[in-house]
């Protein structure tokens, strides 16, 4: 079974940063998507970012482009979501997940098939 693991959660002041990590139990190039979503109390869950481990391509949600930055480690089995600019409306779980998808569409989670447990962002004003 694979699994994503996510950490690097925190609570911060508005205008802060953080690196959020998703690690993964297999290769991620395994996977056509990698992508970071969010969900904050009573809302639902919303695409944040993707990224293709083979090529590179990269989507984001308009409320976060230009703060926010993923990436990753193909080698180390490893997906990154560098935050800047850290909004309150940014506090929400934060989860990694994977998919095979093309492309790579962040605004349909039900196309990836594996979710990691979340990690807590609080950002505070």
């Known amino acids: 079974q694979v699994e994503l693991v996510e950490s690097g959660g925190d609570s911060v002041q508005a205008g802060g940063s953080l690196r959020l990590y998703c690690k993964a139990s297999?290769?991620?190039?395994?996977?056509?998507?990698m992508a970071w979503f969010r969900q904050a109390p009573g809302k639902e869950r919303e695409g944040v970012a993707a990224?293709?481990?083979?090529?590179?391509?990269?989507s984001y949600a308009d409320s976060v482009k230009g703060r926010f930055t993923i990436s990753k480690d193909n080698a180390a089995k490893m997906v990154y979501l560098d935050m800047s600019s850290l909004k309150p409306e940014d506090t929400a779980i934060y989860y990694c997940?994977?998919?095979?998808?093309?492309?790579?569409?962040?605004?349909?989670?039900?196309?990836?098939?594996?979710w990691g447990q979340g990690t807590q962002v609080t950002v505070s004003s």
């Open positions: 997940a994977a998919g095979q998808g093309s492309p790579c569409d962040i605004k349909r989670a039900d196309e990836y098939s594996t």
């Open positions: 297999r290769y991620i190039t395994t996977y056509n998507c």
């Open positions: 990224i293709q481990p083979l090529f590179r391509t990269t």
